[in-house]
């Protein structure tokens, strides 16, 4: 496999995990109106992509393939419950 379609693999693998990233931090400005986010929109972004590629690395390695719907279900619950945690502000 030459590097341009390793590179192509690799973008298409996390593509899951920066399209929830990118839609959960507005979508949680908008319903999570009264709760101080803690961190910038790119802070929080950037800590549920990670969070959303470790679910995604995860689903590989149990499951032994990508693509698998148990492992997008896994992301979509990580993810949220990221992002959750991170518009809560850490109060306690």
Same mark, same amino acid.
């Given at each position: 496999?030459?590097?341009? /379609? =390793?590179?192509?693999?690799?973008?298409?693998? *996390?593509?899951?995990? $920066?399209? &929830?990233? @990118? +839609?959960?931090?507005? %979508?949680?400005?908008?319903?999570?109106?009264?709760?101080?986010?803690?961190?910038?929109?790119?802070?929080? /972004? =950037?800590?549920?992509?990670?969070?959303?590629? *470790?679910?995604?690395? $995860?689903? &590989?390695? @149990? +499951?032994?393939?990508? %693509?698998?719907?148990?492992?997008?279900?896994?992301?979509?619950?990580?993810?949220?419950?990221?992002?959750?945690?991170?518009?809560?502000?850490?109060?306690?």
């Amino acid at each position: 496999m030459d590097p341009l /379609a =390793a590179l192509n693999h690799l973008l298409n693998f *996390a593509a899951p995990a $920066a399209a &929830l990233a @990118l +839609l959960l931090v507005p %979508g949680s400005r908008l319903l999570m109106r009264n709760s101080g986010p803690a961190l910038s929109w790119w802070a929080q /972004a =950037a800590i549920v992509f990670i969070v959303g590629c *470790a679910v995604l690395l $995860a689903g &590989l390695w @149990l +499951l032994g393939r990508d %693509g698998k719907a148990l492992t997008y279900a896994a992301l979509v619950l990580a993810t949220a419950t990221c992002q959750w945690l991170l518009r809560r502000g850490w109060k306690s």
